[in-house]
């Protein structure tokens, strides 16, 4: 039967590069080999470019990010990529009074984020070596901050929640500690989006890749020796001298390998978790609330996880609600329709009558999904697991494993995934001209 099997199979003639996953790191990697006059092949699994940047069109006929959507001025790999391919980004609005639930007053809420940033100072600065630190995790470490206020400590841990999208019980500490000192930015990374859409940028670079990128082509496994590497998708058989893997490290260890990957490699891509994330698009007639001097940002200080703030733009008012960790994962085993009703009680409870009569609500669940795992981005949960990054990023001969969550500037963000596709690029070009010098020189 293998044998049937394996006659029924093409043999495709080899590449100089394969790249697996066409998010933005994919997408990065394959333009920089083309641009430097490699062969190249991308395959993604989806009918659709972006990964964990996608885009849907509203009955009204707008297109809004379901995904990946925000940026800052301050992610510049990303703001060149705009601006080479025409794109204008618009503010996020932040004009006016943010809500708190339950309420506070501002200077109660602005005090509470002040604290909350000087926490997060003070776990960038930790030492990762120091073994006291070992095998805590987030929520572990908190506890131990005895000198900060019972608010500002949970409000800490709602962040954790709504922005890496797990349970800090859960996550490592030190890993958040190093991932955080590689998020830079000096202004928000909400600063603004592209009202035509991100994934409308994904869909530009893809235009550029032509016949080499293939959609609807999930990789069912890999062969790979110290001299080559052949990649199974569908009946083929697709050889090349160097592969990608531009994938979360929770999607990678899904590929079968032929032989098995070390179990160092094994168990540093078992040691991380996706994400859990709900995103919401809530369209309005109008952007009530700046008549009434709101931002239209809501912070959610119970139940925690929970976000939203102004997504309008041009002629389309509306909000984004970001329902992140545990809660993200209670609502997805409940009915559609049960979220809904919670989100438009939630905005009532905020903005009044108003807030809980949108036009529209547009719901995106991205917990368990089929190609990402979940979003925004893995995070690491094996606190015995202390240098997964490096010995993934280290890879085997011939395969470079590559990803947002492993970059070394921005983790988790569009901004990450392009410099570490990039990266990724550049080590393979390297390698071809490193291969042509030693064969002149024999």
Known sequence: MAKAGRQSEKTMPERDAIVVGAGFTGLSAALELVDAGLDVLLLEARDRVGGKVESETLPDGTRVDTGGQFFCRDMSELMGLIEENGGTPVMTHYDGEMIYRPPVSPQQGFARWQGVDALRDRMIATDPDNPELAKLTVADWVARQDDVADDVRKSFLRLIKGLWCRAPEEVAFTWLASNDRRITNTYSEMEMFLPGSLHALADQLAARLGDRLRLGTAVTGI????????????????????????????????????????????????????????KLQVSYDKPFWREHGLSGAVMWHEPQGLYACDASHDDYAGLIVFVGGPEAQEWHKRPRAELIAFIREQLSAAFGPEGGNPRDIHVRDWVDDLWSGGAYSDVVIDLDARHAEDIITEGIPLIHFVS???????????????VAGRLAAGQVIGSRASGRTKATNQ
Do not use: D
Request: net charge positive; charged share 15%.
């Open 404 to 418: 947002s969550e492993l970059s070394p500037s921005y983790p988790g963000y569009v901004e990450g995934a392009i």
């Open 223 to 278: 062969e790979h020796s110290g001299t080559s590497v052949t990649i199974m998708a569908g009946n083929e058989r697709l050889s090349a001298k160097r592969i990608i893997l531009a994938l979360p490290p929770v999607m990678i260890r899904r590929i079968p390998f032929s032989p098995a990957l070390p179990e160092r490699l094994q168990k540093a891509l078992c040691a991380w978790a996706p994400g859990l994330s709900i």
